[in-house]
């Protein structure tokens, strides 16, 4: 079945502070209001799917975390949408997304990221597109790359950008190895 995970509260944690793990047919749906104030020491918000389904993620707090502030992972068939309206300051990835299966990859970020390695990574080996977008309101402080994008299976990578971008490496960074557009 589906898991719905909302937070709008404060939580301090010593490993991930929103975890969910899903190995079965399903949804995982996380949200975190804009009262929520997230501090961990490892991810922020953690969510991998090991069987059919979507993860869906969406931030309009603020998450500070010692590993990534978001971690999505799906391993069979799904999207995976994450959507950042808030704050994320990550000592890694601000936001990172990897697909081992069928689905789209689908990143939105109109809040600010804060990184110290990339600002926002997807990787997807299977078929799928990689979608990211960084709206007109959106700030991407990264210590590496700001956004980095690799596929290994089949499908296209889009990235736009509106908003700003600020990295120690590459402001954009694209890699495809099969089939697909960039």
């Known amino acids: ?22 190995n079965g047919t399903g949804n995982i749906d996380i949200i975190t209001l804009a009262s929520s104030v997230i501090t ?9 799917h090991d069987g059919e389904g979507d993860i869906t993620i969406t931030n309009a707090g603020t998450i500070n975390a010692y590993g990534d502030g978001i971690d999505a992972d ?18 890694y990835n601000g936001i ?12 939105t970020n109109t809040g600010t990221i804060n990184s110290g390695n990339d600002g926002i990574y997807a990787y997807h080996d299977d078929e799928g597109d990689i979608t990211i ?3 007109g309101t959106g700030t991407i402080n990264a210590y590496r790359d700001g956004i980095d994008a690799s596929h290994d299976g089949e499908g ?14 590459n402001g954009i960074e ?4 099969d089939e697909g557009d960039i």
């Open 96 to 107: 990172y997304a990897e697909h081992d299966g069928e689905g789209v990859i689908a990143i």
């Open 156 to 169: 296209n990578i889009s990235i736009t950008n509106n908003g700003t971008i600020i990295a120690g490496d």
């Open 133 to 135: 977008t960084n709206t």
């Open 174 to 177: 694209a890699n495809h190895d």
């Open 74 to 91: 799906h391993d069979d068939e799904g999207d995976i949408t994450i959507t950042n309206a808030g704050a994320i300051n990550a000592d």
């Open 1 to 22: 079945g589906d898991v719905r995970l909302t937070n709008s509260g404060t939580i301090n944690s010593d490993f991930d502070a929103l975890d969910v793990d899903h």
């Open 40 to 48: 961990a020491d490892d991810n922020g918000i953690e969510a991998e």
